[in-house]
């Protein structure tokens, strides 16, 4: 290990992985660590029975991005796998997002686009929603209350722990609702996962690092802060101000995963559970991912948990409360002048991997640009 570096990098996750590539190939020193033990962050892959298993939940990369697409594909090669999830109410099977199959399965006498148009705008009629208050008439009013029932209540109360009634709209304002045949979950021209995990892509951007694992910064923020010139800060910003204004509040979930000796279990990579007495939300089939026929399979089920500190922070609570105590914080974060911010938890911010890349290939062609780094 060397004495000096330009940059530490806190967090072996995406954000700082690209980060460390795109710094290093401009000769930059960064010394990578990470309190778990091993790199990734939530994007991290481990071969169990011959496949690449989603440690933490399924990860499927899709955008409409050429530029990002073809930045990640140099780091290995992507399938061709596309998202269609299933729902399971009960002993009731049906395609995901809500589409022309959803609408045709759960009723019979729906077999054209304006037939199903026209029982959810009957339903939403009946519910007398006028402007939607909370999650639960938002939606009401955007696919009727058949479907909110069966397909939404009881899944989105377990994700976030709370009645739909206490739930903002935003929540589901961009939920997809399609008039079509068309179980592709997202609209992006590229998709896939790779072929050989995504734990060897953050390997290869980080193969000019110095990285060390098991090395939290709070433990020794002195020590490590004083190796280096600069910082890229990518865990959660209240714990950065040792949470001076409060605790930014999260969702967390717990996986667990079984290696069963059948070729398949469900017959798809994601199987969400929307019954509100079935306690896991999802069960993720990994070798679907890759297509592979090996005779035995591995699941992962999704189970939500209270969040609380010392547990893995998963999802923001982006309410108005969260979102405004994350305000204080990112003006702090602003003042900084050698500190850099960035990643799911420093922005408390949902964000997809392709966003992820954005913005990290944005704050290192920042950085480089300045003479002074
Ligand atoms: C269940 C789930 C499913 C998802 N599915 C998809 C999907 O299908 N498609 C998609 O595009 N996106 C998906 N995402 C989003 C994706 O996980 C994120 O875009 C990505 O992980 C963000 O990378 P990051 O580097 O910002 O954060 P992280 O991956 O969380 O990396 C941050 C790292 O910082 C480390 N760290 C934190 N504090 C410290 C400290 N004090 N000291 C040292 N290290 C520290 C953490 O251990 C972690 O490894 C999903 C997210 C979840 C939760």
Redesign the pocket.
Known sequence: MANHYDYLI????????VCAYELGKKGKTCLV????SH?????YTELLAVTHVHR???????TDNKKIWDYLNKFGEFNNFI?APIARYHDELYNLPFNMNTFTKLWPDVLTPADAQRRIAAEREAAKIDQPQNLQEQAISMVGTTIFEKLIKGYTEKQWGRPCTELSPAIIARLPVRYTFNNNYYHDRYQGVPVAGYTDIIEKMLAQATVRLQ????QQRERLTALADKIIY???ID?FYNYRFGVLEYRS?RFETEILNQQSFQGNAVVNYTAADVPYTRIIEHKHFYGTQQPQTVITR?YPLAWQKGREP??PINDATNNALYERYRQLADQETTVYF?????QYQ???????IEEALNLTATLLKNKKT
């Open positions: 806190v967090g072996a996750g995406l954000f700082g992985a660590i990470d309190k778990r790199v990734g962050g939530n994007l933490y939940g399924a990860h499927v990369f899709h998202n090395c939290d910064f709070f990518t865990g959660p714990q979930l999704e998963y999802y960035g990643g799911r938890l420093a949902y964000l997809d991997m392709a966003t992820v």
